[in-house]
Every structure is written in C-alpha cells, then in structure tokens.
C-alpha cells in the first residue's frame, strides 16, 4: 500500500503580513505525521478568490488529501468557502445540518444572525466536520477537508476529520544525538543513507546563537519499516562513535 | 510605482514531519513587511530535488523576489544549492569568496574539510550573503536568495540581503479593538470595506479556548496610503461604536 499523502493551505492575509504567526502547519504536520500520512507541502496564501482557487485545485489534485485553514467566519475577508466551491465547481448552499448546529449552540434562535448564518454556507454534497469549541462546523468535500484558521478549534476539527480518514501505515523514527559539528559526521552519515535507501536519514543541528557555534546535532531516521529504521539508526550510531577524532 | 512582491520557500522534511515548527516564514512576513515588500505566498517542501526546482522556478517568475531557507549546509540532506542550480540552469561552481570567508572563520585551513567546503558551492554568477554568526554564507542570484534554515542565522542573512534591496512604499497599519463578537460587527465592517476599497480590512477574534467563546475582535486597517488608512480606522471605529447594542 502506498503512504496516503497531504498539503496543507493556510489561508489569511494575517499569515503574510507577520501579524499572527501561522502554528496551523506544525499542528497539522503532527498530526498527519501521528496517523501514517505523509505531509508533502504546505502553502500559506491570502484571503484573495483567485490564489485560493488556484491553489486549492493544485493541491487537491496533487495530493490524496488537502486540508485548509483559516477563512471560515462571519466577516467579509472570510471567503474560503466560497472560493473553495468555485475551485471544486459546486454551488454554494446553506446546510441545513449547520443551521441546526448553530442554532443549538447560540440557544436563542434570534442569535443566528445573518452575519453567523454565513457560515453555514458549504459547496453542494458537503459533509461538516464538527467541534466541541464552536457551533460553527467546517466541511469536506471530496479530498478537501476545510477548517477554522483558529488554532484550537483547527485542531479540533483536523482531529474529527481524521477519526474518519483510514490511517496510513505507521511512522517510526528513531534519533541519534552527538556533540560533534554537522561537518564532522557528514561523510558517515552520507555513507549510512546510501546504504540505508528505504529511510530518511535528516541532519538537525543545534545552533547557539549566542555563543555563534552548533552545540551538536541530532540526526532523525523516519521510515515504515521499523527494523529498517532500527537498523539505520545503529549504523548512524557506529559511523558517528567512528567519526569520533 | 507598484508595490514589490515577495514568496518565501522554507526547504526542510523536518517542517513537515512536524518535528520543527517553523519560524522563517513569520521572520520573513515582519522583515519584508517592515521594507514595504508585500509577501504574497510562503510554501513549504521537502529536501527533494523535484519538489525544490518546481517552486522556486513557479514562484521566481511570479514574485519580484523569492527568499528561500533551509538546505544550504554540509550534510546530505542539504541539497538546496544543487536544486537552485538546476532551477537556474547555471553550473554548481566553488565560489572563491566563500571559500576564503569559512577559512577566516575557522582559523585554521586544515579545519576546512570537505564537508564545509561543500558550503562554498552556488550557482555560477550568485553573489554571496553574508552573516556575522557563521562562516558559511547564503547566495543570491538574480531574483533567488537562498538563506540557511536555522533561524538566527536565516534572519542575519534576510537582514544583509534587505540591505541592498530598495525599500517598497510604506506599509501604514490601525488596529482597532472590540470586545464585541464578530458576528454583531461584520455587516459594519463590511460596509467600511466597501468604502475604503484603497485598504485592507482584517477581522480577527480572540478565542478563548478554555471558555469556548470569543473574547472580542482587533480589526486591522492596512494600505501604503497614511490617510486612507486613518480615515478607515476612524470610521471602523465609528461603525463598530454603532453597532454596539
């Protein structure tokens, strides 16, 4: 079975003018990761039709699944689910489940005002994608799975969207620390890729800024095949005690 | 004259796996905005040739410039330079600048092994950048500036590489705060939007996870023109004021 793959979109002009840094991706990138499929790119666009749009139908059909965030409340710069129906051809209707949803939450039917009532807008065929923080759903339609750009309520509806998504084969990493610079080790860790072909082998080291030297690094071997990253993860171990001066 | 545009590229398997949360890419929004360079886009992708040539040819030919971090160091899994390279269609050459610059900084020739020396490697014609906290620089050529993925050492490099790129018209920012929730305020905003086409209005609540409910709003007002700007907050402000039950 090939690994199930995914991008992430992260839509919201906040993102590209540094007002609000995006924690989306890494929460996204973890969870993904936890559940055996492959994060193969992230995105981050602004809240403009035609960028959405365009990147959207890049990455849905790239991709065995696309989650976006961000763009899904009551104010007028809020248009992903609009711009995500026109990506995916689909008219924009109210779900009545939304409707309901959103009504329970706010008790008082006089509370579902216009402007909340937008968001129970979806594409045609689209299925919600619940959470226990707001009355208002997200909603997936084919691949596309769109979520709040609100970090706690994201993660909450990436967590219910994947409680529906079979989990791909598991992730196993393993991780070597040493105290010797990258370039000391950069030889055998080279050597051990070559001939470990079926893990990833990365090479992560810790900068010190103040002092201006790395204080070591910390290598990660991830792969499907546990014995393979095991057996990998010795061979980093030999190759670095080796490197050793 | 129009505003300059920029996209960041972050290269890195470690972003998306989740192991490391990034960074550069909110570095980059604060630092480009700060210049008057509006960024339109940031992607991420993994140290893999394919994936790095295709963004950084898509997004070198749409942007007024593309910042690149991640990738440029001695180990095998830094394979940005080559990438870039091919992107470029110009031959990987030794740069003879970098290569003096790494043994000034590690005094002793003989500490110049392969592996550093690997860092002296860029596209044929790039000119260097520098950064006071390693030898190893960054390079750009034409459009692309390529900097490291470590984040101190990326935003040495960014500030060096913004040093000599003209400054873009200034960006003028208002925020104005609500306790209200953004449902009672977005037919307002919206209509402030509609009137002030020149600026950018932005809603943003505050969640509070913990309660499950907002706790009110910043809406932002963002253009290149000081009194546009002025006269939209003003009347965000008056509009929000009205809305007040």
Not at 173 to 190: F, H, K, N, R, W
């Amino acid at each position: 079975m090939n690994a199930p793959t995914a991008a992430v979109l992260v839509i919201g002009n906040e993102i590209l003018s540094g007002r609000t840094r995006d924690v989306n991706t890494t929460t996204a990138a973890r969870l993904l990761t936890a559940h055996g499929i492959a994060l193969r790119e992230a995105r981050v666009v602004p809240d403009g039709q035609a960028a959405i749009v365009e990147a959207v139908n890049a990455l849905r059909a790239r991709y065995t699944y696309l989650f976006t965030s961000g763009g899904i409340g009551p104010t007028h710069d809020d248009i992903t689910a609009a711009a995500v129906a026109k990506a995916l051809g689909a008219p924009l209707t109210e779900h009545p489940e939304a409707v309901a949803l959103m009504a329970a939450h706010y008790g008082d039917p006089a509370k579902l005002t216009p402007a909340r009532r937008k968001m129970a807008l979806v594409p045609r065929g689209a299925r919600l994608i619940g959470n226990a923080l707001t009355g208002a759903p997200g909603f997936a339609l084919g691949n596309v799975f769109v979520m709040a750009g609100v970090p706690a309520i994201m993660e909450a509806m990436l967590a219910a969207a994947l409680s529906e998504i079979p989990p791909g084969p598991e992730v196993f990493t393993a991780t070597v620390d040493t105290t010797q610079p990258e370039s000391a080790i950069a030889a055998a860790l080279e050597a051990v890729q070559i001939g470990h072909a079926g893990v990833n082998i990365g090479s992560y080291p810790h900068f010190d800024a103040h002092r201006r030297r790395s204080m070591g690094v910390q290598v990660v071997i991830r792969g499907r095949d546990a014995s393979a990253v095991e057996a990998a993860r010795a061979a980093v171990e030999q190759a670095i005690t080796q490197s050793t001066v």
